[in-house]
């Protein structure tokens, strides 16, 4: 069965970076793009940017695109996101979701929350 | 970008109610238009994809319909497990955008 599994929790300071994993299994990993997909407490969903599975091609929101950056290693079938220059209002879980035939987000990941406080 | 606009933000129904929910994109999507339920500290689930299109596993309960720039999801008879928050979401083009969300509560 379809899986992803993310790793844990992170605790940043003010302008420190962060790098999360989304590891996939039960699928071909080269089949499918994976999506970032944030909430913040309280909030709702905000769409980050989706990287190809195939290929390693990237769209990003105009928002993080100074600052962020999504990578994969097919080796081990494991998307990475990383968010540099961390602010106060970046405390959010972080969800990775697998695109689907119609870029729905058809699998998720459990999240990650992401903390950042001096 | 395309805005998805929900409405309403929040209702409240009873067990046994039917429910409808909107979703207006900015402009015209096609049926690039999913919805997702989500209970609070859980991950998003895929109810409905392109539109119409019942995932998986899903309760019949559950439908979509729409194209365009006008979609909505309707849950026939409302059940206790269907209290939660629903989003959606389109993929026409990028950035994908989601809407704010619809929390339904117990009346």
């Known amino acids: 069965q379809v899986q992803l599994v993310q790793s844990g929790a992170e605790v940043k300071k003010p302008g420190a970076s962060v790098k999360v994993s989304c590891k996939a299994s039960?699928?071909?990993?080269?089949?499918?793009?994976i999506n970032w997909v944030r909430q913040a407490p309280g909030q709702g969903l905000e769409w980050m940017g989706r990287i190809s599975g195939y290929n390693g091609n990237t769209n990003y929101a105009q928002k993080f695109q100074a600052r962020l950056t999504m990578t994969t290693d097919t080796s081990t079938s494991t998307a990475h996101m990383e968010l540099r220059s961390l602010r106060s209002d970046d405390t959010a879980v972080y969800y990775c979701?697998?695109?689907?035939?119609?870029?729905?987000?058809?699998?998720w990941g459990q999240g990650i929350l992401v903390t950042v406080s001096s | 970008d395309i805005q998805m606009t929900q409405s309403p933000s929040s209702l409240s129904a009873s067990v046994g109610d039917r429910v409808t929910i909107t979703c207006r994109a900015s402009q015209s999507i096609s049926g690039y238009l999913h919805w997702y339920q989500q209970k609070p500290g859980k991950a998003p689930k895929l109810l409905i994809y392109t539109a119409s299109n019942l995932q998986s596993g899903v309760p019949s309960r559950f439908s979509g319909s729409g194209s365009g720039t006008d979609f909505t999801l309707t849950i026939s008879s409302l059940q206790p497990e269907d209290f939660a928050t629903y989003y959606c979401?389109?993929?026409?083009?990028?950035?994908?955008?989601f809407g704010q969300g619809t929390k339904v509560e117990i009346k």
């Open positions: 979701a697998r695109d689907h035939d119609s870029s729905d987000l058809d699998y």
């Open positions: 039960g699928y071909i990993f080269t089949n499918n793009g």
């Open positions: 979401q389109q993929s026409y083009n990028m950035p994908r955008t």
